[in-house]
């Protein structure tokens, strides 16, 4: 059984063919599973104890992109209220507010990651209570 799984390629390629160790198709799977705990606990100390530009950048996509989707998300299926416009504000809020809270020194007080959620979510209900989507046959349900 061939897997795709690079821990997989690791632990059969280095053990079974380097070091010559014979082991069934149950103990390499269980040692891929062991590596591939092992490669992400190990991924998880680098990007916690380093200030890198790596780091840095994934916090910002996440503030961004994450945080701005994700409150669409939760209002479009949560929330039958929500309108059109509303999303469009939820995004281009998103947007702006993950660069400039970023850059500024609000980063140091709260995080960029729980800040834009709120304030997407918070401008996604005003909007949407201000602009509410017309309906011709005047429901409010998301699917006919």
Known sequence: MKNAVPTTSVSEDMVHRTFGIKMSERKIVRLSRITTIIAGLLGIMISLLSESFVGGVVS?????????????????????????????????????SAIIWTLSPLEAIVS??????????IVGIIVSLMYPDKREDGDNKVFA
């Open 60 to 96: 910002f996509a996440w503030a961004g992109m994450g945080n701005t989707f994700s409150v669409v998300v939760l209002l479009t299926f949560f929330w039958k209220k929500t309108s059109g416009v509303g999303v469009i504000a939820t995004i281009i809020t998103g947007f702006f």
């Open 112 to 121: 960029a990651k729980a800040g834009t959620f709120f304030l997407c979510l």
